[in-house]
């Protein structure tokens, strides 16, 4: 699929998008593959146990956000790269389990929001076939699309949006890829685009958050990445090895002593291989039975430090409602 604009990418996006769908069965608007994703980017695919389904980073900051949605344990449900509708809709947690819809206020769509803003002529637009004319052509809206949309159970469920950037700087001071000095129109595009996706989803009462990759520690982006990793792998052994396993860990971390030590300890007497301790410990990690420094390398070979700082405390903000 094209990156640019087009009759035949706004198909696909319809496509993926309409009607909405949920866990397994999302489909992102944009998928992470060189063809689609933006170009010089990293993309990055996700396969997740919890949502059973790939998940779609555009590149290396919405990988190590998404790293951290996914660390935290309240996140029930993720929509990357959702399409920002251009019409009215039913609120994003209308499709959720036991959820009160009549209380829910709706989306008014991209168009409405442009136009309240008295910025509709930047709004993007596509020429596309005309179903009742053969062969002519009319302009329709073309859709935005969002970084992610997280649905997070706390006292209740609710949603925030999630705008990422690599720097803070970037939200203030678009870059252009175009060679030469910006347009006046350009910059206004620039500058108007994430103001619309802030007022379209408070229509619904759902806050956007500024992420910054850069506001994001490097060693606990390499922590969760590689922890994450471990926690995804398939693992069959019995639940009172695993108690045993994290025990032995727990010991560990208290005396100062490597992991791999625990690892070894356990081989030898015949309980699991090393391979099962080693996912064990980054499973457990990752679950949170195992309370590390996250801003600490997490090694084998090494002590691992206790946790001075709680990761979820530290970036509560992102998560607030």
Known sequence: MSRKISEQKL???????IPARYGSRYVPSQLATRDEAPSQSRPARLRSRKFGRELHAMGQPETYALLLALYHPGVVEIHEQKMLSRWPIEHPLSGMPEIDVTSLPSIEGTVAVAERLGCLDLHPVVNVTDKKHPGQKIQVAYPYIGDLLLFISGEHLYCINWNIKDKNEAFERPSF???????????RKA???PLLESEYYRDAGIRTQRVAAEHMDDCLCRNLSRIWTYSEMHLEIETGIQEELIHGFEIAIETQTPPLEVFLASEARGRCSTKNAQIVFHKAIWDRLLRVDMYHPILEDIPV?????????????????
């Open 305 to 321: 430090h206790p946790e001075e700082r709680d990761v979820l405390e530290q970036y509560a903000e992102w998560f607030a409602q």
């Open 191 to 193: 500058l108007f685009r």
């Open 177 to 187: 890829s175009n060679r030469g000095k910006a347009t006046e129109r350009a910059r």
């Open 11 to 17: 198909r696909k996006i319809l496509e993926r998008q």
